[in-house]
């Protein structure tokens, strides 16, 4: 694998990462909070799954979008370096 994708894709992977990683802690705070609120109110309280499902795939897609942004950014910039270095 050439160096410069090599150096596009590293970056991109730590964007999903990182982003993912945020996104699903959100989920996890908003999973806290309603269930505090129900248990305050003396409702029934909400599971983890009905909060945490949508989150985590809100947090894989994100991730994805933002991961190929961080990438794809990052192979026109190593394309544009490489054409200057050739002239």
């Known amino acids: 694998m050439p160096r410069v994708v090599l ?3 590293v970056p991109a992977l730590v964007v999903f990462a990182i982003v993912q990683d945020r996104v ?3 989920g996890a705070h908003q999973f806290v909070t309603r269930q505090r609120a ?3 109110s003396g409702g029934a309280g909400v ?4 909060v945490m499902a949508p989150a985590i795939r ?3 897609e994100q991730g ?3 991961g190929a942004v961080a990438g794809s950014g ?3 910039a190593a394309l544009v370096l ?4 050739r002239e």
Do not use: M, P
């Open 24 to 26: 699903t802690a959100a």
């Open 64 to 66: 994805l979008l933002w």
């Open 58 to 60: 809100r947090s894989v």
């Open 47 to 50: 599971t983890i799954e009905q």
């Open 7 to 9: 150096a596009a894709l």
């Open 74 to 76: 990052g192979l026109a």
């Open 38 to 40: 129900h248990l305050a």
């Open 82 to 85: 490489r054409r200057r270095h």
